[in-house]
């Protein structure tokens, strides 16, 4: 039997295309922590969109996934997503400012589950949200 490889730790080189600033071509998230959860503010370019004037579902998605992972990284530890589902419930256009919101639903022994979502914070409204999992890196 082979002996398995020991596993390296996820290392951050700021570049990641969702939080990274260092990425000149990324959403550059900052993310804050309060109350088990983490948080995020921001406003998209028209680089951004998919359809005219809408952002694209793509980026809608990385977002959540990202908001996600830093709530189960701070919380819990060191892990990758291995299953994201988004449910869309309104478009969200560029140029307008978002929050978004995740936080670890569920923790178990080499696994967590996360939810998120994303609010126009003048109105409430919910754009999207997000469930996945994460397998913990350890």
Known sequence: MADKEPKKKLSDDRY?????????IGLRMEVSYSDNKAFSKLTLKREFQGWKD???GGVVAT???EIMAHAVMHYVGQAVTTLLQITYRAPLHVGEELEVMGYVAE???RAAIAKGEIRIPSSKKLI???ESKFILHR
Do not use: E, K, M, W
């Not at 990641?16 to 000149?24: K, V």
């Open 16 to 24: 990641c295309f969702a939080c990274g600033p260092l990425n000149p």
């Open 107 to 109: 923790q178990r022994t």
């Open 63 to 65: 977002i959540l996934d």
């Open 128 to 130: 999207a949200s997000g």
């Open 54 to 56: 809408i952002v694209h």
